[in-house]
T-cell receptor, first 117, second 113 residues
Framework: GAGVSQSPSNKVTEKGKDVELRCDPI?????LYWYRQSLGQGLEFLIY????????KSGLPSDRFSAERTGGSVSTLTIQRTQQEDSAVYLC???????????????FGPGTRLTVL | GDSVTQMEGPVTLSEEAFLTINCTYT??????LFWYVQYPGEGLQLLLK?????DKGSNKGFEATYRKETTSFHLEKGSVQVSDSAVYFC????????????FGQGTTLQVKP
């Protein structure tokens, strides 16, 4: 079956511009995560969506970062007024929720490589 | 807060050598522990996991045992292959019910023929 997909695979933008990154989770996976992989910070959690519950935004580094999930499926991560330190690979992961446990396998997408010039 | 520390790389081994990648953690409560692997050009994928103390996770010849007394989850393989060359991440999922992962810095393994 199809895995987690992310688009675009690469994004180059200028400092100060807004960017949107998209994640399509595995069909039927109602738990969705965003992570960021950067040279300086390693792999870090950003935000978690669980079904229709309020998201866990505790990992978002600043109020320039926001994310939404429409219809319980596709998610968009938006970064406003991008800065050079936002350059990283943004990873999305999903896992099944119904009948599962928090420790169930998270399936990761290939990531979006963001470069802010 | 919760954290994971793993040995810095890169680790370079010859084929058929024994592998150990050290991982220790700090967490409140009883976290679950994971090893993820990122092969060149591929996405992150789960290698193995353990959800309670003394559990042993295993997959593809790799093993790791959840040691609560030493707060460790070291990854081992008896005989590495060139195809094992990748970046390995130790991670924990803490006491929250979200399942969010806290990762170590990653260890690059290079296996030479």
């Amino acid at each position: 079956g199809a895995g987690v997909s992310q688009s675009p695979s690469n994004k180059v933008t200028e400092k100060g511009k807004d960017v949107e990154l998209r994640c399509d989770p595995i069909s039927g996976h109602t738990a969705l995560y965003w992570y960021r992989q950067s040279l300086g910070q390693g792999l870090e959690f950003l935000i978690y969506f669980q079904g229709n519950s309020a998201p866990d935004k505790s990992g978002l580094p600043s109020d320039r970062f926001s994310a939404e999930r429409t219809g319980g499926s596709v998610s968009t991560l938006t970064i406003q007024r991008t800065q050079q330190e936002d350059s990283a690979v943004y990873l999305c992961a999903s896992r099944r929720l119904a009948g599962g446990a928090p420790t169930d396998t998270q399936y990761f997408g290939p990531g979006t490589r963001l470069t802010v010039l | 807060g919760d954290s994971v520390t793993q040995m810095e790389g890169p680790v370079t081994l010859s084929e058929e050598a024994f592998l150990t990648i050290n991982c220790t953690y700090t967490a409140t409560g009883y976290p679950s522990l994971f090893w993820y692997v990122q092969y060149p050009g591929e996405g992150l994928q789960l290698l193995l996991k353990a959800t309670k103390a003394d559990d042993k996770g295993s997959n593809k010849g790799f093993e790791a045992t959840y040691r609560k007394e030493t707060t460790s989850f070291h990854l081992e393989k008896g005989s590495v292959q060139v195809s094992d060359s990748a970046v390995y991440f130790c991670a924990l999922s803490g006491s929250s019910n979200t399942g969010k992962l806290i990762f170590g810095q990653g260890t690059t393994l290079q296996v030479k023929p």
